[in-house]
């Protein structure tokens, strides 16, 4: 296992504007986490922090698994908009075991993972031409064939409808209920509530609350959080 995740006085800044101010948590295997935060509060570069995408400023990132190609090959991250390769969609899920090194049948362990996320009827047709949430599904099939034990995601769903982000959120309970560790960064109310265990309220850069879902929807502990709630924080 290589969690926990530990950040440890870890900041971002570019060109002199802080955006992550330095943070000290822990991301413990189990429970879903959700990074919760208006647009522009830095939700999705604490996530690219976490996942080793970008390096802090200041601070450490540490996870418990210290061996750099294991830790590569346990972990994945779907974006908002993801980057579909020019070729097939079967072949898209074989790449993705193939630069992972994985061992065993690719082409089967993708159709696997096609199988899982409902798209292996597509199996041959160009990646590219699929829906948006069928390109958001076929990354998830990317992931789900890597079978990683920790899952970054960054607003899955912020670009679909009502019925593909049903579909992604479905996938998303499978990649939980298979023992996968989910960290999903998000700005939606009623997607923290549907897919989450706990919050971690990110508002101008700073955390500043970390709750269960139950006690952060019910019971605030903080001003921000609370207009947040409401619906009174503008978007920046």
């Given at each position: 296992?290589?969690?926990?995740?530990?950040?440890?006085?870890?900041?971002?800044?570019?060109?002199?504007?802080?955006?992550?101010?330095?943070?000290?948590?822990?991301?413990?295997?189990?429970?879903?986490?959700?990074?919760?935060?208006?647009?522009?509060?830095?939700?999705?570069?604490?996530?690219?922090?976490?996942h080793g995408l970008l390096a802090p400023s200041s601070g450490r990132v540490t996870w418990r698994e210290s061996d750099a190609a294991r830790l590569r090959r346990a972990q994945?991250?779907?974006?908002?908009?993801?980057?579909?390769?020019?070729?097939?969609?079967?072949?898209?899920?074989?790449?993705?075991?193939?630069?992972?090194?994985?061992?065993?049948?690719?082409?089967?362990?993708?159709?696997?993972?096609?199988?899982?996320?409902?798209?292996?009827?597509?199996?041959?047709?160009?990646?590219?031409?699929?829906?948006?949430?069928?390109?958001?599904?076929?990354?998830?099939?990317?992931?789900?064939?890597?079978?990683?034990?920790?899952?970054?995601?960054?607003?899955?769903?912020?670009?679909?409808?009502?019925?593909?982000?049903?579909?992604?959120?479905?996938?998303?309970?499978?990649?939980?209920?298979?023992?996968?560790?989910?960290?999903?960064?998000?700005?939606?109310?009623?997607?923290?509530?549907?897919?989450?265990?706990?919050?971690?309220?990110?508002?101008?850069?700073?955390?500043?609350?970390?709750?269960?879902?139950?006690?952060?929807?019910?019971?605030?502990?903080?001003?921000?959080?609370?207009?947040?709630?409401?619906?009174?924080?503008?978007?920046?």
């Open positions: 296992m290589i969690l926990p995740l530990a950040l440890d006085g870890v900041s971002f800044a570019i060109a002199g504007k802080t955006i992550i101010a330095p943070v000290s948590l822990a991301i413990e295997k189990g429970p879903s986490t959700i990074i919760l935060g208006a647009n522009g509060a830095g939700k999705s570069v604490l996530m690219r922090l976490m994945a991250m779907v974006f908002q908009r993801p980057v579909m390769l020019r070729r097939s969609v079967l072949a898209n899920v074989v790449f993705a075991l193939e630069t992972a090194r994985a061992a065993g049948n690719h082409e089967r362990a993708a159709l696997d993972a096609l199988g899982e996320v409902g798209l292996r009827e597509l199996a041959r047709r160009p990646a590219r031409v699929l829906s948006g949430g069928e390109q958001q599904r076929l990354a998830l099939a990317r992931a789900w064939a890597l079978h990683p034990e920790v899952l970054f995601l960054d607003e899955p769903t912020a670009s679909l409808d009502p019925t593909a982000t049903r579909e992604i959120e479905a996938v998303i309970r499978a990649f939980d209920a298979a023992g996968t560790k989910i960290v999903m960064a998000t700005h939606n109310l009623g997607q923290a509530r549907r897919l989450g265990d706990e919050v971690i309220y990110l508002h101008e850069g700073r955390v500043v609350e970390r709750a269960s879902v139950e006690t952060f929807f019910s019971k605030p502990a903080t001003t921000e959080a609370a207009a947040f709630i409401k619906g009174e924080l503008p978007w920046v």
